[in-house]
């Protein structure tokens, strides 16, 4: 007897990751180039590898604090203050189990079933169905692809509200396209909360992948004292920790009680060994950050030239994150095109399809890896561009 009928529909409709589907498809071709998945493809550093390993070997291997062990919500007010220049009570940072768990608390504390979520897109796809398994609906408003770039209008935005409104969910630098809001962007943003009593739910994890010098703008420069901002963060991105699975939450201090309940239902708490690694990443990393932004900097120019020099792919170098989000001339169904470049052209991209709606025409390709290797399906790609009618 099968027990699909009986599954909620909430969980039946959670959609299938388009990425995933070509990662699946062409995993095991031989040479491939992968630049399907968001990550680097450089190991965690040792010294954060030996932070974790001497905590282990010391045997903290038991329950422990849902909200994160002390040591690393100081370590993450640290970190916050010397980012932003201010000077963050720990009360308000919450270590989670991995950058999408932070994301699953949070729309699980704001919206529920009758409400809505807006969201920027296109956008990584794990927000709107993290919104939809909450029982919100997921509300897109596409940033404008013109001028050469990506640029999101807040009127829009501000339609987009309606009484079932809870939260704005933005991602900058954004993943897929690069976007990165400006200060002014993010006023009118904040503005917009202000007016309709919304809670801006921030997706700040590229922000260290700026190319246009230091960190990229953040909700951290242009909020006052109460204004409703969620941060939801990672360890992935910055310190090649993707597979720790460890993030965090910034919120105000009296939503602690609430967010460690939730963190309680749903992991119970991050490994201990795991958060030493952490507190070592915020404390002794920032060379490795450094090494890693100068070599996605890199990376960028050679993919996107290459790409750019074909004339027939529209794309905008991106000013943040670390992915070149690309059109091909003629090309409208880019998940079909998809597996055949990773057939003809042995390099790994994601469908735009997997970003949102408006999306079907682009590719994703993430540029964080070996220079070497970027540049080689940099030329796989033009190659292949310049071989289709």
């Known amino acids: 007897m099968s027990l699909l009928p009986k599954l909620h529909p909430r969980a039946l409709a959670a959609p299938e990751s388009g990425i995933v589907a070509v990662i699946n498809y062409a995993r095991g071709h031989e040479g491939l180039i992968p630049l399907w998945a968001g990550e680097g493809d450089l190991p965690t550093p040792d010294f954060i ?137 993010l006023r009118a943003m904040l503005d917009i ?25 953040s909700f951290h420069d242009v909020m006052e004292e109460g204004d409703a901002v969620v941060f939801v963060n990672s360890f992935s991105k910055n310190w090649a920790m993707t597979g720790w699975r460890m993030g965090w939450i910034e919120a105000p201090a009296e939503m602690g009680a609430v967010i460690e309940n939730l963190v309680q239902y749903s992991n119970s708490g991050v490994p201990a060994f795991l958060q030493k690694g952490a507190v070592a990443a915020l404390e002794e990393g920032e060379d490795f950050v450094a090494s890693q932004i100068e070599r996605a900097h890199k990376a960028r120019d050679l993919f996107c030239d290459a790409l750019l020099a074909t004339n027939r792919v529209e794309m905008a170098k991106p000013a943040g994150a670390f992915y070149a989000f690309f059109a091909v001339d003629g090309m409208q169904d880019t998940r079909a095109a998809a597996f055949r470049i990773a057939d003809e052209a042995g390099v790994g991209l994601a469908p735009g399809t997997a970003f949102g709606s408006g999306c079907g025409r682009f590719l994703r390709a993430c540029f964080h890896r070996r220079l070497d290797e970027v540049e080689e399906a940099g030329a796989r790609l033009a190659g292949w561009i310049g071989r289709q009618a």
């Not at 690393?72 to 009360?91: F, Q, V």
């Not at 529920?112 to 919100?136: C, H, Q, R």
């Not at 202000?194 to 010098?213: C, P």
Request: hydrophobic fraction near 40%; glycine fraction near 10%; aromatic fraction near 10%.
């Open 49 to 185: 590898g030996r932070a974790a390993a001497r905590s282990l070997a010391e045997g903290e291997t038991f329950y422990t604090w849902q909200r994160g062990i002390p040591e690393l919500r100081r370590a993450l007010a640290g970190y916050t203050a010397r980012l932003y220049g201010t000077a963050p009570d720990p009360e308000r940072f919450f270590v989670t189990g991995s950058g999408m768990h932070a994301i699953q608390l949070a729309m699980t504390a704001l919206a529920g079933p009758g409400e809505e979520a807006i969201f920027t897109g296109p956008l990584w796809p794990n927000f709107s169905a993290a919104a939809a398994l909450a029982g919100a609906q997921p509300v897109e408003v596409l940033l404008e692809s013109r001028d050469g770039g990506w640029h999101l209008d807040p009127a829009r935005l501000e339609a987009a509200v309606t009484p079932r409104t809870k939260a704005i969910f933005v991602n900058t630098p954004n993943n897929p396209t690069g976007w990165t809001a400006d200060h002014a962007t």
């Open 193 to 217: 909360a202000r007016r309709h009593g919304l809670t801006i739910v921030a997706d700040e994890i590229y922000s260290r992948f700026f190319y246009e010098g230091g960190r990229a703008p």
